[in-house]
T-cell receptor, first 112, second 109 residues
Framework: SQTIHQWPATLVQPVGSPLSLECTVE??????LYWYRQAAGRGLQLLFY??????ISSEVPQNLSASRPQDRQFILSSKKLLLSDSGFYLC???????????FGPGTRLTVL | GQQVMQIPQYQHVQEGEDFTTYCNSS?????IQWYKQRPGGHPVFLIQ?????EVKKQKRLTFQFGEAKKNSSLHITATQTTDVGTYFC?????????FGKGTSLLVTP
């Protein structure tokens, strides 16, 4: 069966520090991968998605970036965090040709 | 992309009462999906509707897709405290999904 992992589960970072969040999927190959951000009590904001290794589509211009160095690995990064980057970061995967998305447990990021 | 609007934003019910959340679009949707997010958790896929007028049931949950494929609803009969959470509808948009802003359900025992 397929599983999706995210780490860390929680993170507290100072303003201006770098960020690296990792997401990995097991049990499937060539998945579509997604990064979302959810502010407290709010909806899901799609940040990036990838349909293959090295292919990244950005939905919202901001100081975040994403990379997909391996088929089942998706990384969200920032060189300098802002206060507004605080939130709940969710990674999701979907099978090729399937629109159904399966979410990881998420990372709660607090920028102080 | 196919944008969707959800109402209401919040709903507070007594345990045993029914609950309905609505999802509307100005354009015809190819399909609609529903997800549930428990407090502190991550969204979990519930169901996908594809056909015009489609109705699907999962125990106390009834999902409908409108005849014109521009709206959908999720109805919960006799709510329980385990139904607490935020319910999102989502419409396909290329490789991505456009999520509604969600309806947060609070159930008081």
């Amino acid at each position: 069966s397929q599983t999706i992992h995210q780490w860390p589960a929680t993170l507290v970072q100072p303003v201006g520090s770098p960020l690296s969040l990792e997401c990995t999927v097991e049990g499937t190959s060539n998945p579509n991968l997604y990064w979302y951000r959810q502010a407290a009590g709010r909806g899901l904001q799609l940040l990036f998605y990838s349909v293959g290794i090295g292919q990244i589509s950005s939905e919202v211009p901001q100081n975040l970036s994403a990379s997909r160095p391996q088929d089942r690995q998706f990384i969200l990064s920032s060189k300098k965090l802002l206060l507004s980057d605080s939130g709940f970061y969710l990674c999701a995967w979907a099978g090729q040709g399937s629109g159904t998305q399966y979410f990881g447990p998420g990372t709660r990021l607090t920028v102080l | 992309g196919q944008q969707v609007m959800q109402i209401p934003q919040y709903q507070h019910v007594q345990e045993g009462e029914d609950f309905t959340t609505y999802c509307n679009s100005s354009t015809t949707l190819s399909n609609i999906q529903w997800y549930k997010q428990r407090p502190g958790g991550h969204p979990v896929f519930l169901i996908q509707l594809v056909k015009s007028g489609e109705v699907k049931k999962q125990k106390r949950l009834t999902f409908q897709f409108g005849e014109a494929k521009k709206n959908s609803s999720l109805h919960i009969t006799a709510t329980q405290t385990t139904d607490v959470g935020t319910y999102f509808c989502a419409a396909s948009s290329g490789y991505a999904l456009n999520f509604g802003k969600g309806t947060s359900l609070l159930v008081t025992p």
